[in-house]
């Protein structure tokens, strides 16, 4: 991929569209940050839920209703599959557990799908303005200084992130490719996958790792990566689509290597 050196001049309307949307429920979230949080379980059991993550969610549907036809896929909503044609993806709070404890390790996500590929992506960190975005074939930015994934190639010298879903068998998954992969790389978890993404894409990190995630979690960062010269697959090198609960995503120097710790892990 040719690295872009500049921001483009022109933002599409559904770009400017998702990051006045992400800094409208960043607000929200920066404002509740040091306040006492009473937090609850999901209902389904996947993770926690403030009053905060309903409080964002609403500020950005409320801007995305009213200003484009699309349907809207959030994971505080009724979550199901994105019909045919465009769809917003939101995660209005990614690490909630994090921020409910005040870490100050959480971002906005919205990422935008046709016909189940994701095509634009932004990630507002509101503690730090942070504002990461991509659209499909027109580069990686934060805050409008070009993104680059790095050029590492030395495993000692590698960062991996390592996630997991919900399921039990996505947790022992996560077991499994510790055990693998410890020791040859460094290894993190944020507990927050759209912004162990957007470490990725500035280059602070060459691989993220992840079963059983939804696609929300993840709908902006594929794109953030992709645009900022990474490459994004399932864990057999074939190419990713939101069936397919399994993620590999690195800087692409890595890629192959990687791929050949994990592929015998996807079957499992």
Request: with cysteine.
């Amino acid at each position: 991929m040719q690295r872009i050196t500049s921001a483009p001049v022109y933002l599409s309307s559904d770009l400017e569209l998702a990051i006045e949307a992400a800094r409208r429920a960043g607000a929200v979230i920066a404002e509740q940050y040091e306040k006492t949080k009473t937090f609850a379980v999901k209902p389904d059991g996947k993770g926690l839920v403030t009053e905060t993550d309903k409080a964002a969610e609403r500020a950005i549907i409320d801007l995305l209703q009213a200003n484009s036809p699309y349907a809207i896929i959030s994971e505080e909503s009724a979550p199901h599959e994105p019909p045919a044609g465009r769809s917003w993806i939101i995660d209005p709070l990614d690490g909630t557990s994090n921020f409910a404890r005040q870490i100050p390790l959480f971002v906005v996500s919205i990422g935008l799908v046709e016909e189940g590929e994701a095509i634009l992506g932004v990630i507002y960190n509101p503690l730090t303005d942070e504002c990461f975005y991509a659209e499909q074939g027109k580069g990686a930015y934060l805050n409008e200084q070009p993104l680059h994934v790095s050029e590492t190639t030395d495993p000692e010298a590698t960062i991996l992130f390592l996630n997991h879903g919900s399921h039990p068998i996505d947790k022992q998954r996560f077991a499994w490719l510790s055990d693998r992969l410890i020791g040859q790389y460094s290894i993190r978890a944020l507990g927050a996958t759209a912004l162990e993404l957007t470490y990725l894409a500035r280059g602070c990190a060459e691989g993220f790792l992840c079963s059983g995630d939804e696609l929300w979690d993840y709908a902006a960062g594929i794109v953030l990566v992709e645009e900022a010269g990474g490459k994004v697959s399932d864990w057999q090198g074939r190419h990713w689509d939101r069936q397919n609960a399994f993620l590999l995503a690195s800087n692409g120097r890595l890629h192959e290597k990687l791929l050949q710790e994990v592929v015998v892990l996807q079957d499992k």
